[in-house]
């Protein structure tokens, strides 16, 4: 199934999708739109174009489990993105995911302009990959 991972932010919101086999995520760019509305138009295309069979949006719950203001705010964007492609969407854990996008980044030495164009479909590309794991350990799971 052809999934695609969201990285959703204000400024930025970053797109990652994975083969048919669900073997591997690759990053599908980053969408800089002006406003709520222009974002969930531009990505809801995105994943169109993409050939998404599933979503999977990035939930930055707080660090003590508790949805803060932006994890609520990821949660109407998961459903105004399911609503207006008709595509099922899901929102998943991300806690420390651009952390760990920003670490990988600085590890391969990529600063600036370049690192602001990469880091948000990088935090995507890993929303999903944690995704799809999970989602074979279950499979898994089930075959035992």
């Given at each position: 199934?052809?999934?695609?991972g ?16 669900e ?5 599908a760019?980053?969408i800089?739109?002006?406003?709520y ?16 069979e599933l979503?999977?949006?990035?939930n930055?719950?707080?660090?003590d489990?508790?949805?803060g203001w932006r994890?609520?705010?990821c949660?109407a ?7 207006a492609t008709?595509i099922?969407?899901?929102t998943?854990?991300e806690?420390l995911?651009?952390?760990?996008a920003?670490?990988?980044l600085s ?8 690192r602001?164009?990469?880091?948000d479909a990088?935090s995507a590309?890993?929303?999903?990959e944690?995704y799809?794991?999970?989602?074979q350990?279950i499979?898994?799971?089930?075959t035992k």
């Amino acid at each position: 199934m052809v999934i695609v991972g969201i990285d959703f932010g204000d400024v930025r919101t970053g797109i990652a999708v994975c083969d048919r086999f669900e073997m591997m995520a690759s990053e599908a760019g980053c969408i800089k739109a002006n406003g709520y509305r222009k974002t969930l138009e531009a990505v809801s295309a995105k994943v169109k174009e993409l050939g998404a069979e599933l979503i999977v949006v990035g939930n930055p719950v707080n660090m003590d489990g508790t949805n803060g203001w932006r994890s609520e705010k990821c949660m109407a964007f998961a459903k105004d993105l399911s609503d207006a492609t008709g595509i099922p969407v899901e929102t998943y854990d991300e806690r420390l995911t651009t952390v760990s996008a920003h670490r990988i980044l600085s590890d391969n030495n990529v600063r600036g302009k370049k690192r602001k164009e990469t880091v948000d479909a990088l935090s995507a590309r890993l929303i999903l990959e944690d995704y799809m794991r999970r989602r074979q350990n279950i499979a898994n799971m089930g075959t035992k």
